[in-house]
């Protein structure tokens, strides 16, 4: 009997794993194969699910991680997908807070041990940020350590802000952590996918790290613009943002501007791409907040 074959995408917020899912999209769609995706996020608003063109099946699972509080959403979407579409192979994106293994534990359920082949974890590592991973949480560091330890492909994504010795020393440490699997330096997630290809999941031991999401007490917040705003104001304050906020993500507009710009920001970098249609003017945030009051006051102020 045919299986699907599984890969899941994994890497902490920011690292490049949609940048990668959309160049594996192309190459599938290039390849003429049935393929389905299936998106994990944190908060309750999805923004990734742009990068996924309409004839590929989506799922998306939010408000939860998938190793924790959505498994049983996960496989009811598994089995919708399986039942509907006769295919190929289901990528699965997972949240940055998520760690590998329990994600594989969630994609394997007895319901499926006939339907599915686990093919690989890939996760996606961001260069600087693993040289400078000491500074971070400790249990933020804990986890990319989990996500690189329990790859079958560890992707070193921009790799050209790293010099030669910097990035020799980062592929050493992946190694050193995890010499089963392939790691390879990276700019914007572009790799050879014949890598992916040869991908075959290995089980692994499984080690101390449940519910990470909880220790990482990561938080979600969704804010919605009513109209534009100015851009040197937003800037100012993303500048006056606090370090626990790892990610923001969604749609802005901006008073000079007919159209929203896709907004992206990792660990203080700020990324704008301009969209050519209307967007829903939701921005998700990510990060170690136990309370967003504050930031949503700010957020107002810069509609007045």
Known sequence: MKKAEVYILSGFLGTGKTTLLKQILQNEKNSGRNIAVMMNELGSVSIDSDAVD??????????????????????????????????????????????????????????????????????????????????????????????????????????????????????????????????????????????????????????AGAHVQADLRLSTFVHQFQSAISQKDFEDFLRSLPDSIYRIKGYVLFDHSQYPDLFQYSYGMPLYMKEYMKMPLNLVFIGQVTDWSQLEQQLKELEK
């Open 54 to 207: 309409t004839d590929v099946p989506l799922k998306e699972l939010l408000g939860g991680c998938i190793c924790c509080t959505i498994q049983d959403k996960l496989e009811s979407q598994l089995q919708g997908l399986l039942f509907d579409h006769d295919l190929d192979a289901i990528y699965i994106e997972t949240t940055g807070a998520a760690h590998p293994v329990e994600v594989l534990d969630a994609v394997l359920s007895p319901l499926f041990a006939d339907k599915l082949a686990i093919k690989g974890i890939i996760t996606t590592v961001d260069g600087k940020q693993w040289l400078n991973r000491q500074s971070l949480d400790p249990q933020v560091h804990q986890l990319l350590l989990e996500q690189v330890k329990h790859a079958d492909l560890n992707i070193v994504n921009k790799s050209d802000l790293l010099n030669e010795s910097e990035q020799a020393k980062i592929s050493m440490d992946i190694q050193g952590l995890n010499p089963q699997a392939k790691c390879i330096l990276s700019t914007y997630s572009k790799v050879p996918l014949k890598l992916l290809e040869g991908l075959a999941y290995t089980e692994k031991a499984k080690s």
